[in-house]
């Protein structure tokens, strides 16, 4: 769920993970020194999404599988990570007169560049997200590693001079809004006078701020559950507003604690403040693609260190 999110944010997205322990093997019932049923599950789940060859996995004994350890060090030591924490694959983006831009393949830039480059781009235009840049907390001031995006765009605006753009500058839901509003306004007329320090004519630009108004994301997230002991550590929260058709429910065991004969189906974990189920919807567990019974909703047993990731259907 999380790399579909990312990837339609705009990012790109590759899958690492790293466990330090044997894994668990529901054939065998036991953790095993060989993850061949997990890495063909990693597989076989992220392929019809068109990453099957997206994903790397290290064993316990420091072996690789799915993509090699070269090829996952190329990529995490290139020091190159979006502001959602993908790691970024470069690529080099040819411009009208011949300029040449290094850019994250399927980033901001290389589809403002795209769209652009098209004659077929609609009069209306097109949002796009700035991916690669920040700001220093609570405050409109960019952070250093947002010049090289911004050189990138001022270049590429300077490469199609027709286009004017619109800067929509939005903050999550956090505080009040007129504080809100006033911050993303102000953090839009930041990358406004970058991109105009940086050559692009003040005329072929405007900024607005919109505050937690018409996010890109849903800022919509709540915990409902939070079971923290010395023993267990278990938290699951909700995406989307309450009674809406678009929830989705996480429920994470960050332990090695585990419901008793979690095998059983009569066992019990009880999520406390699992939003009710809308009339006529039914949940649905995407992690291991099943439906779930109505009576089991938000009563499932958890295994180790085990996610679950639940939406309506």
Known sequence: ????????????????????????DPVLNTRATDPAYGTTYIHHALAPMGLGDRWSFVNYDGTYHGRSADEVRTKVTSGAV?????????????LPGNVSL????????????????TASAAPTGRDFEFDRIGFETGSAVLTAASREQLRNIAAILGAYPQAHVTIAGYTDNVGAEPVNVDLSRTRADSVMHALREMGVAPDRMEARGYGSENPLASNDTEIIHADVTPERRVVAWLRGRRGSDAMVVVVANFSDWRSENPEDP???YVVRGWPDTPAGRRWREVTQERDVPAEWAGREPLFPWEAKVYELI
């Not at 769920?1 to 466990?19: K, N, P, Q, S």
């Not at 290094?102 to 480059?117: F, K």
Request: glycine share 14%; aromatic share 10%; hydrophobic share 40%.
């Open 1 to 24: 769920m999380y790399l579909l999110g990312l990837r339609a944010l705009g990012h790109e997205v590759f899958y690492i993970e790293d466990t330090g322990e044997c894994v668990y």
């Open 102 to 117: 290094h850019v994250p393949r399927g980033g901001m830039e290389d589809r403002l560049a795209d769209y652009l480059g």
């Open 266 to 268: 009569a066992t019990e």
């Open 82 to 94: 979006g502001t959602a924490g993908s790691v970024l694959d470069f690529m080099t983006k040819t």
